[in-house]
């Protein structure tokens, strides 16, 4: 199943965009090949306002956040984190410093797998740690605005979404983007998790979707519905290889990603690692060694 991609004109930085009735964006600028344009910072209500994702440590970007805010003597209330990405998280120190805000979000970067026993590499913003700790079917609420938590671990194991309610949109972080699939890099990336993620979203109602980058998604059941299949396909393609003989993962990338910009593959040798993974844990995979890694070789089991 294909997957209809969505993309937007070249976005102004700096500006506040007007959404919906109770939300808007500003986009950092921080573009590039896994951020598309750059992160978009929400912001959720009016007067004392919520942001979610702040972004990236750019002093440009919290300036130009806070001065749009500024001239409708708007402050922020709290700090809403998607997840522990450096092009998510850091600023929120920055806006504390000038502001006060708190920060909420589900916990420190790779909680969710140490409270299943594992760790994972540094490498994310491991400084952030939230303060109010947020769990799966929480509310925050604020002047005119309340936001529900649902935990989408996959792309980041301390990943939450926020709904709002009101509008029936789901601030989708990473977990879903219109303009790219999402990349699953373990240890913290789990691709059964994220798999189950997706489909818990079809359980829902939410009739806009607005990820932290790129442009809205409001066919919401078949573009989740078309992730996920893409993610099977994904599954065919790993087995087709290793039928085949080919049973390394730098081996499987160009004939997976034909046709892909090569700037990508090591991105791309992640993900499909995150499957073999998944399919060793389910039995469709064997390999030599007492754990996987990305470099060994895989066979049918």
Not at 132 to 149: A, I, M, N, Q, Y
Not at 207 to 228: F, K, M, N
Not at 249 to 256: A, S, Y
Request: glycine share 12%; net charge negative; hydrophobic share 35%.
């Amino acid at each position: 199943m294909p997957i209809a991609f969505r993309h937007e004109p070249r976005v102004t930085y700096g500006v506040v965009q007007t959404l919906s009735p109770l939300i808007r964006r500003i986009v950092a600028n921080n573009g590039g090949p896994f951020t598309y344009y750059g992160t978009g910072t929400y912001v959720i209500g009016h007067g004392r306002v919520a942001i979610v994702d702040p972004g990236p440590a750019l002093t440009a970007h919290v300036d130009a956040l806070l001065a749009a805010l500024a001239v409708n003597d708007e402050t922020i209330s709290h700090q809403l984190i998607t997840h522990t990405h450096n092009d998510h998280s850091p600023a929120a120190r920055l806006v504390h410093e000038r502001t006060g805000a708190p920060t909420y979000g589900f916990g420190p970067h790779g909680l969710g797998q140490y409270e299943r026993g594992s760790t994972v590499e540094a490498g994310a913003d491991m400084a952030f740690a939230p303060d109010v700790v947020l769990r799966d079917g929480d509310t925050v609420e604020g002047d005119g605005w309340s936001v529900g938590c649902v935990h989408t671990p996959g792309h980041c194991s301390n990943h939450l979404c926020y709904s709002v309610g009101q509008e029936r949109t789901l601030l989708t972080g990473d977990h879903v983007m219109g303009w790219s699939t999402s990349v699953i890099s373990p240890p913290d990336g789990d691709m059964g998790d994220y798999i189950a993620s997706l489909e818990r979203l079809l359980e829902r109602d939410d009739h806009t979707y607005l990820p932290a980058h790129g442009p809205a998604v409001t066919e919401t059941g078949s573009y989740v519905r078309s992730l996920i299949e893409h993610r099977k396909e994904r599954e065919r393609q790993i087995l087709g290889c290793v039928a085949q003989g080919v049973g390394r993962i730098t081996d499987m990338i160009p004939l997976m990603y034909a046709g892909t910009d090569k700037i990508l593959y090591p991105a791309a040798a992640r993900s499909v690692f995150a499957h073999v993974i998944h399919m060793l844990q389910r039995g469709m995979l064997a390999h030599d060694g007492p754990t996987p890694t990305l470099g060994a070789s895989y066979r049918l089991r």
